[in-house]
């Protein structure tokens, strides 16, 4: 099981808006609607940001966003804040096994 | 409060076996599946595998199948994660998580346990 590919890096200032895609394939995004992103900071756990593409759990703001088309997988998150400066990995069901995308360092400018 | 709370840090020779745990509470541990991830030092998140603690039904990655053993004891909401042999490349930190909220979303995570193997 291959990783999905995500940009190394993403990068926007305070109050801008940056997506991040996530490509697989037909047998993990692009089949089953059970993408989900992680935020992780230096050094701590990752955090359930959006699961099942576009749900937000509760507590995350609603500037993060998750969509889906075909293969690739995207979030955005809207109006960036210092806070948002992290790692982040898309995620995705692939039949009995699970696989991460590579993983894209957001920088807030 | 909903936590998984996972045993300390380890520092171990190659050869040598290790188990580590991750301690549910706060919620019903049995009805909701839990997944090991590995993270290398500087390196991105891996799936290793997922237990159901109400029946053992375990699911490994294909990348760590036969090279870690998964299990649960219920009767103690515990997880583990268990290697027989380690060698140098199983240094990374090790996270469980729960999926609580919805199908495949891991919504509770462990701190982590930092394992350390080198001669």
Redesign the interface.
């Known amino acids: ?1 291959s ?1 999905l590919t995500q940009p190394p890096s993403a990068s926007g200032s305070p109050g801008q808006s940056v997506t991040i895609s996530c490509t697989g394939t037909s047998s993990d995004v692009g089949g089953y609607n ?1 993408v ?1 992103w ?1 935020q ?1 900071h230096p050094g701590k ?4 940001m959006i ?2 593409v576009s ?1 937000r ?1 509760s507590g995350v703001p609603d500037r993060f966003s998750g969509s889906k088309s075909g293969n690739t997988a995207s979030l955005t998150v809207s109006g960036l804040q210092a806070e948002d400066e992290a ?1 982040y ?1 898309c ?1 995705s ?1 692939a039949g ?8 894209t360092k957001v920088t807030v400018l | 409060e909903v936590q998984l709370v996972q045993s300390g840090a380890e520092v171990k020779k190659p050869g040598e076996s290790l188990k580590i745990s991750c301690k549910g509470s706060g919620y019903s541990f049995t009805s909701y599946w839990i997944g090991w991830v590995r993270q290398m030092p500087g390196k991105g998140l891996e799936w290793m595998g997922i237990i159901y603690p109400g029946d053992s039904d375990t699911r490994y990655s294909p990348s760590f199948q036969g090279q870690v053993t998964i299990s649960a004891d219920k009767s103690i909401s515990t997880a583990y994660l268990q290697w027989s042999s380690l060698k140098a490349s199983d240094t990374a930190m090790y996270y469980c998580a729960s999926a609580l909220t919805g199908v495949d979303a891991f919504d509770i995570w462990g701190q982590g346990t930092m394992v350390t193997v080198s001669s």
Do not use: M, W
């Not at chain 1, 756990?45 to 359930?48: D, E, S």
């Not at chain 1, 009995?96 to 993983?103: I, Q």
């Open positions: 099981q990783a059970y989900s992680y992780q756990a990752p955090k359930l699961y099942e749900k759990p790692d990995y995620s069901y009995s096994n699970r696989v991460f995308g590579t993983g």
